[in-house]
């Protein structure tokens, strides 16, 4: 009784899955047309941050019946900044049917993913839509197994490309001409999105953003190595200190994003003004006690040795850490 009643939930199951599944299938008119669309990515360079934008160079493609010499002239990247076809190649296959081959540059605007910044990994997004013909007339179908990012694309230092995946959907637009033309409220078009992870080589991306501000770490150990009776001396590593943070933040203002949230370099440059401002108490406060209460001076001299040595860092290693695994 138990296997049989087993059995039965498990057929509920199913069959729920697929009615869920086939609701969420894209339905067309019987008078669109299926164009297959693939893609080759070339190249991908040029991120940029401040900008939201990325250069991307690749081809796409399409196999039909007819000749359509319009094909790739319609077709828009709609998520591009700037968009400009590179070639063009119309060729008769042996089997009768045409390939229809465009190549393109374009600078596409991404929402990127700044949370963790700089440990993020992205995803580049091209959208490619044919802006002459609404869903009535034609629907993209993707070419999965055809479509790739070339393994020589990748001209992003510190960056490695990872899988790619192809999504289309039915876009829908508000226009007082398409709604005459069409005797709709909307115009919808078949969208083609093919995506591709860029994910980021965190070694690299952790010494080149934060390099400066760990030399300053190292600094505020060599602070409290020196005598606290030489205050000249610790005072020039201070403001050595000082400027390696400063000067840090400032050249990596050309390259942070915009954002209203915390980022992991925020949290780390407030982790090192803190610091340096209890490196300044401690100094100061081990310079007046030096002949007052030498005792207490060597205390405070041994609590800033350890925060620079042991405290700091790892609240450092421990922030970067808690960003690589979230």
Partial sequence: MMIFFQRVMIFIFLTVS??????GTLSYPSTSKAVPIGIYVADISNINFKLQTIDVIFWVWSIQDKIDENWGKELV???AVKQEMVKQSIKKLPNGQYSNLFGYKATLHQHFN???FPLDNQVLKISIENVDKTITTMHFVPDIEGSYVDKNAD????????SASWEIINKQYSSAERNKKLGKDVAIYSTAIYSAELIKQ???SVINTFGITFLSFILGICLFLVPATLLQVRMSLFV?????IVGNQIALQSSIPVSNELMLVDKIFLLAVISLVVNLFLVFSTHYYQTLKPN???????????LNIICVPFICFLIILMALLT
């Fill in 18 to 23: 697929y009615s869920f599944a086939l609701s």
């Fill in 77 to 79: 990247v709609i998520n």
């Fill in 114 to 116: 700044v949370d963790k």
């Fill in 155 to 162: 001209y992003l230092p510190g960056w490695k490309i990872g």
């Fill in 202 to 204: 965190p070694l690299r």
């Fill in 240 to 244: 050595a200190s000082v400027f390696a």
């Fill in 296 to 306: 207490a001076a060597k205390v405070m001299n041994r609590i800033g040795l350890a």
